[in-house]
T-cell receptor, first 112, second 111 residues
């Protein structure tokens, strides 16, 4: 049974710092991995999707990497801003784009 | 806007009420999903509809009844809920193996 773990559970950093969020999964037979952002009480916004054949994806200040064999992904946020404060969720898909298994998330707070 | 719209955004219902949550997608996707997000727990997949046919029911109690009349609409009918069913209910859609898009969710409170 696939399990997804995210560490740390919470992170507080000063504005401008670069930071890394970690995600690990137990079954390496995945089709893709997605990183989402969730603001309090809101839905999920998809940030990056990495297909199983890919090693990384970049969007602006965000870079996500995938090491399928070791069951790990990282989300790198460069030059963090207070507007980046949110919960970041990692999810893997085994066979269908929307059939996702989620981690518990990392709650990020960026202080001005 | 993600192209997936959920209504209502907030719902308070008594344990004897019957209500429905609605989800609509304008992305041309062929699969739709209901997820439940309870406090301090990871999102849990409840139902999967592919080409309007329910293909998965993850041991969800029968007091939750999904309906997918066409590829753009998905409903979750609720009846005789319990207080522990209070949560954020999220709808998502996708096409094949492509990324999933989520709605803003319905915050449900059962009193």
């Amino acid at each position: 049974k696939q399990e997804v773990t995210q560490i740390p559970a919470a992170l507080s950093v000063p504005e401008g710092e670069n930071l890394v969020l970690n995600c690990s999964f137990t079954d390496s037979a995945i089709y893709n991995l997605q990183w989402f952002r969730q603001d309090p009480g809101k839905g999920l916004t998809s940030l990056l999707l990495i297909q199983s054949s890919q090693r990384e994806q970049t969007s602006g200040r965000l870079n996500a990497s995938l090491d399928k064999s070791s069951g790990r992904s990282t989300l790198y946020i460069a030059a963090s801003q207070p507007g980046d404060s949110a919960t970041y969720l990692c999810a893997v898909s085994n066979n269908q784009g929307g059939k996702l298994i989620f981690g518990q998330g990392t709650e990020l707070s960026v202080k001005p | 806007e993600t192209g997936v719209t959920q209504t209502p955004r907030h719902l308070v219902m008594g344990m004897t009420n019957k209500k429905s949550l609605k989800c609509e997608q304008h992305l041309g996707h062929n699969a739709m999903y209901w997820y439940k997000q309870s406090a301090k727990k990871p999102l849990e997949l409840m139902f999967v509809y592919s080409l309007e046919e329910r293909v998965e029911n993850n041991s969800v109690p029968s007091r939750f009844s999904p309906e997918c009349p066409n590829s753009s609409h998905l409903f979750l009918h609720l009846h005789t809920l319990q207080p522990e069913d209070s949560a954020l209910y999220l709808c998502a859609s996708s096409r094949g193996l492509t990324q999933a898009f989520f709605g803003q969710g319905t915050r449900l409170t059962v009193v």
